[in-house]
């Protein structure tokens, strides 16, 4: 029997990790302790990252290990950072969280209509394992694809390669889920969770085509490339817009 998979992204899709309030705090205060003028450590991160998903570096932009470490080493400090370890150590309820109430109840309803589950995160395996465990998701998921075990990162559809039937990919981002799904042949469907309530009465069958939707995939579209578009472009448009996980089960029956 052949797999049908239905794939998600994780962050911001799915769940939400301690990076942004948690491990790049404690960072910061590890490297000013040693040196009280690096104040902007975490955008200098956050810059070099930017910096390599322009080069296209799409793995190495998610290597915060690497990343961080460079910056210490560049800086002369005598300072060794484990971000896998500060990550784990952070792995507790309020600093991780599942991003509705729910979920694992969707995704065990989509396992029994017959859909194989996995994930494609651009985030490294050693970093999502421990969030991904601590919030009890891992059980769900037939495959975890991750960069540094792949060699691929999305936007480049090479990440739906270790997969057979694609029949859904799903993800908040236009320029990372939405597109290389497309171009994939998969169904990809945009999660806004920020949708106005007026948007949401909206049949599912035609949110795509309102042009209320389309003006804010437009928008988020031009935050993600850093480009004023003027036009979406034909693989940006999502086969479907849902604004709770839930509705998936209105899609895939």
Not at 91 to 100: H, N, Q, T
């Amino acid at each position: 029997m052949v797999n049908r998979w239905i794939t998600f992204d994780l962050d911001g899709t799915i769940m939400q990790n301690p990076f942004i309030d948690y491990v790049f705090p404690e960072i910061r205060n590890a490297i000013c302790e040693e040196n009280r003028n690096l104040t902007n450590c975490v955008e200098s991160f956050v810059a070099e990252h930017r910096n390599r998903l322009n080069q296209r570096q799409y793995v190495e932009a998610y290597d915060w290990e690497e990343i961080i470490t460079s910056y210490t080493q560049l800086h002369e400090l005598n300072l060794l950072i484990n971000v896998e370890e500060i990550v784990k150590k952070n792995c507790v309820p309020g600093a991780i969280y599942l991003l509705e109430e729910g979920i694992l109840e969707v995704l065990q309803e989509l396992k029994l209509r017959g859909y194989t589950l996995g994930v494609i995160t651009n985030g490294y395996s050693k970093f999502q394992m421990p969030v991904m465990n601590a919030l009890g998701l891992t059980p769900y998921f037939d495959r975890i694809i991750t960069p540094d075990i792949i060699g691929y990162a999305k936007p480049d559809e090479g990440v739906f390669m270790e997969l057979g039937e694609v029949v859904a990919h799903i993800g908040d981002r236009i320029d990372h889920d939405i597109i290389p799904a497309n171009t994939w042949g998969a169904k990809a469907i945009w999660i806004n969770r920020s949708l106005p309530e007026q948007l949401k009465s909206i049949k599912l069958e035609l949110r795509t085509r309102h042009e209320g939707i389309l003006e804010i995939i437009l928008a988020k579209l031009s935050r993600e490339s850093q480009v004023n578009l003027r036009a979406i472009p034909r693989e940006a448009i999502p086969y479907s817009v849902i604004y709770k996980l839930e509705e998936l089960l209105d899609i895939f029956l």
